[in-house]
């Protein structure tokens, strides 16, 4: 299960930080992410970050962005610099982790989204 939080109303070239907690018999999380989806336009990846210290930014978001996790709080934060109001969308939370009672399957799960809005 993932909890995201965070998110709101700022102004453009304002900050906003969005994180998300998973919960449950988790052994151990392979990948988490962000995805966000503007309306009228197909969910993208924001960032994404593996179980060591890899990367990955959508260019939109390069040098604006910063993915970040703590591992023993099994926690992804999304810190926002410079938003834009293109930044305008519903961000997700995506881990892909292991649990204890079947560690060999790579489960996939989503938060409930959390709506950001940037002001122009």
């Known amino acids: 299960q993932l909890q995201a939080y965070g998110g709101g109303l700022v102004q453009a070239g304002g900050s906003l930080r969005v994180s998300c907690a998973a919960s449950g018999d988790i052994r151990s999380i392979n990948t988490m992410g962000w995805y966000r989806r503007a309306p009228g336009k197909e969910r993208e990846l924001v960032a994404s970050?593996?179980?060591?210290?890899?990367?990955i930014y959508a260019d939109s978001v390069k040098g604006r962005f910063t993915i970040s996790r703590e591992n023993a709080k099994s926690t992804v934060h999304l810190q926002m610099d410079q938003l834009k109001p293109e930044d305008t969308a519903v961000y997700y939370c995506?881990?892909?982790?292991?649990?204890?009672?079947?560690?060999?399957?790579?489960?996939?799960?989503w938060g409930q989204g959390t709506q950001v809005t940037v002001s122009s």
């Open positions: 970050i593996s179980g060591g210290t890899s990367t």
């Open positions: 995506n881990a892909r982790y292991r649990i204890y009672s079947d560690p060999g399957f790579l489960h996939d799960a």
